[in-house]
């Protein structure tokens, strides 16, 4: 089967989205094809909520595959500063990012997102925040966030499907980009697959913006087609729970601490990321069964406990180059203690060197709102780096929040981001093979719901623009 038109787009994440949408809102007369491996955003539906444990769905996870992406099912959160993201800023400069922030943003309050900003005002109490930060050798990163809520978001992505659908894009569910079809250095369009069946594209422009779970898919297609690449940065972590009586003051002051340190004795940068208050530790499928912990928040649902990651960045050159490859391993192993689940551990036992029982779990003040975590002992897989640095983040974030390091404090494991190639492109996100653009975190270029968005918006742009000079 072959079929043809003048955008292609393979990814119906954030940055896929917002590039259709952008070009519809720029009087585009382009034919735009989007295509998505996942279901439309109103048929994902994970069946965890009535078995109480996650099924491994088949073929692909309804958390982190489908229409919107994983932001669908996340708890939607829109980062309001261009130091939250990812680099793009490096590529566009810090004044178009903001610029496009706030145009990015617009269109998400139209489509109904809350209209409440988290984290701004309380200056004195965010002051004193910062000094605490400061003396633990931490930088308080402020920045304003949008909540859409885990059931809100989907809906706003749903009218936003709509949108597309009424303006006359043709979205292909359920088709599986297989590979691209390039001559003589130029991207042509591409090869789907749905099942039996394929489907060849034949496209001027192809956007390849796969998000997260498309990174590693992405990275190989580099390598076979000689697309300008290098070898970015790979986040290894934990998700951290505590009560929310032991975050109440930042949750309430900046609903988000975004929290960047270096830790001795690697100096490595740690963060944390996606801080979820009155929140739930969720699991996330990817492909060949590799389970990963998450966390999620609701507008309206919330348990007694604030979830976050801590992230540990690795970079690899000389002699190994596959970063992405290596987090993969981490994951492995951890999921091989764990028989397939997510691993909890306390605090306390990781530092008195013993695993966790679940007869300990059940005697804490903190209960897991991921029930069907396995007690065990993560530190038998974390690398030993990764594992020094998350330790000594957390007494450091300790003197920020007292009792984040409390001996029944829960980390999950593995929480991994696989964003590390980074696509080499110019501002105008053109890359060294013409007609072929790469966006959002798959191109390594950004990190969450808004810069995505934002990356969208700007290709959008660029397709319309080189339309009206044609």
């Known amino acids: 089967m072959n079929k043809k038109t003048d955008v292609v787009i393979i990814g119906a994440g954030p940055a896929g989205i917002f590039t259709a949408m952008e ?12 295509v998505e491996k996942g279901a439309a955003v109103e048929k994902r539906h994970c069946p965890k909520d009535k078995a109480k444990k996650c099924l491994n769905c088949k073929p692909y996870c309804h958390i982190t595959t489908g229409f919107s992406g994983a932001g669908a099912f996340s708890d939607g959160k829109l980062s309001l500063s261009p130091e939250v993201g990812g680099s793009l800023p490096e590529l566009i400069g810090d004044e178009l990012a903001q610029e496009t922030i706030n145009y990015a943003d617009q269109i998400y309050l139209e489509f109904g997102a809350d209209e409440h900003v988290e984290g701004l005002g309380n200056e004195e109490e965010k002051k004193e925040i910062r000094l605490r930060a400061i003396h633990a050798g931490l930088k308080l990163v402020d920045c304003p966030i949008r909540h859409m809520g885990t059931e809100k978001a989907q809906g706003i992505y749903y009218g936003i499907e709509q949108y597309l659908l009424q303006h006359g894009v043709e979205i292909l569910f359920g088709y599986e980009c297989k590979n691209l079809i390039l001559e003589n250095e130029c991207c042509k369009g591409v090869i789907l697959r749905k099942g039996e069946e394929e489907m060849t594209i034949d496209a001027e422009r192809t956007v390849v913006a796969t ?7 992405l990275e190989k ?16 972590g934990v998700r951290v729970e505590v009560r929310n009586e032991v975050m109440e003051k930042v949750n309430r002051v900046l609903y988000e601490s975004k929290l960047v340190g270096y830790p001795k004795p690697f100096c490595n940068k740690v963060r944390t990321f996606c801080q979820n208050p009155g929140g739930f530790v969720s699991q996330e499928n990817y492909d060949k069964n590799l389970a990963v912990v998450n966390g999620h928040s609701y507008k309206e649902l919330k348990s007694e406990n604030t979830n976050l990651a801590i992230l540990v960045s690795h970079n690899f050159s000389v002699p190994f180059n596959q970063p992405i490859a290596y987090a993969q391993k981490v994951g492995e192993l951890t999921n091989m203690l764990g028989n397939g689940q997510i691993l909890v551990q306390r605090f306390g036992d990781i530092l008195d060197g013993k695993r966790t029982w679940e007869k300990e779990l059940s005697r804490s003040n903190i209960k897991p709102s991921l029930p069907d975590a396995v007690a065990g002992d993560i530190t038998a897989a974390m690398p030993y780096r990764a594992m020094l640095n998350i330790i000594n983040f957390i007494k450091a974030m300790d003197e920020v929040v007292p009792g984040f390091a409390a001996d029944e404090t829960l980390l999950y494991s593995p929480e991994l981001k696989f ?24 191109s390594g270029w950004t990190r969450g719901l808004m810069m995505a968005s934002v990356m969208g ?7 319309v623009a080189q339309e009206q000079q044609d």
């Open 221 to 236: 297609l580099c390598e076979e087609h000689g697309i300008a690449h290098q070898p970015g940065t790979v986040d290894i």
């Open 457 to 463: 918006v700007l290709m959008g742009r660029e397709i």
């Open 211 to 217: 998000g997260r779970r498309g990174a590693d898919w």
């Open 23 to 34: 070009m519809i809102r720029k009087g585009s007369r382009q034919k735009i094809v989007l």
């Open 419 to 442: 964003y590390s190639n980074r696509v080499k492109m110019d501002e105008h996100f053109n890359t060294n093979i013409q007609g072929l653009h790469c966006l959002g975190d798959s």
